[in-house]
């Protein structure tokens, strides 16, 4: 079972995989920020937008150059720090 991942992407159309779990297109990092032009496609027929990329399943995204995406089920924020002062 894969729950992360990290693709490389090259400048232009680039068919990607995804993990083992439900990814929100949101959630996914880009480096570098604004690394990806279009929506994430996938094909059924006919392309279609999607918001969520699911297992087994792969899906067509535009990059306007060289970069990575990394992919995991959501993105954890850190805890708020809670600090009292004396």
Request: charged share 15%; aromatic share 8%.
């Amino acid at each position: 079972m894969r729950l992360r991942d990290t693709l490389d992407l090259q400048a232009g159309w680039n068919l990607i995989g995804t993990i083992s779990a439900p990814v929100d297109t949101g959630a996914i990092q880009e480096i570098p920020s604004g690394l990806v032009l279009t929506s994430y496609f996938d094909f059924t027929g006919s392309y279609g937008a999607v918001d969520t990329l699911s297992p087994g399943r792969s899906y067509w995204v535009k990059a306007g150059v060289q970069g990575k995406l990394v992919i995991s089920p959501a993105t954890l924020s850190p805890a708020p720090s809670h600090r009292s002062d004396p």
